[in-house]
């Protein structure tokens, strides 16, 4: 298989002219801003209240828990679907990949289901 620069140009002018477009507007916007501080814009700012308490604070590991919930589906889905396209050329090996993969996540979801994330109060 040769390698040849042509068959890459496309993606190298697409990053240059996203990279230019990028950092013109990025500049743009950085010159015509209007930059007056004041205490209000400086203030703290946590989802339309004042903020309450250290940021640094103890947090319920259900949170923790529902995050490790949503990127085990969220992986599942980005994987599942690429599989099942190219199933008919991966062969027996890809399938069984495939298994032991969505077997591991199931020991995730079984973990979580263990540990109460599904239940929240």
């Given at each position: 298989?040769?390698?040849?620069?042509?068959?890459?140009?496309?993606?190298?002018?697409?990053?240059v002219v996203a990279s230019?477009?990028?950092?013109?507007?990025?500049?743009?916007?950085?010159?015509?801003?209007?930059?007056?501080?004041?205490?209000?814009?400086?203030?703290?700012?946590?989802?339309?209240?004042?903020?309450?308490?250290?940021?640094?604070?103890?947090?319920?590991?259900?949170?923790?828990?529902?995050?490790?919930l949503f990127i085990i589906?969220?992986?599942?889905?980005?994987?599942?679907?690429?599989?099942?396209?190219?199933?008919?050329?991966?062969?027996?090996?890809?399938?069984?990949?495939?298994m032991i993969f969505l077997?591991?996540?199931?020991?995730?979801?079984?973990?979580?289901?263990?540990?109460?994330?599904?239940?929240?109060?």
């Amino acid at each position: 298989m040769e390698f040849s620069v042509n068959e890459y140009l496309p993606v190298l002018i697409f990053l240059v002219v996203a990279s230019l477009l990028a950092s013109v507007i990025i500049g743009f916007s950085y010159l015509i801003s209007v930059r007056k501080p004041d205490s209000e814009k400086l203030s703290q700012y946590e989802c339309g209240f004042e903020a309450f308490s250290e940021a640094r604070s103890r947090f319920d590991v259900r949170f923790y828990l529902v995050a490790i919930l949503f990127i085990i589906f969220d992986l599942e889905i980005a994987f599942l679907f690429p599989w099942a396209i190219s199933l008919g050329t991966i062969g027996i090996f890809g399938f069984w990949s495939m298994m032991i993969f969505l077997g591991i996540l199931t020991i995730g979801f079984i973990y979580e289901w263990k540990k109460g994330a599904l239940d929240w109060e």
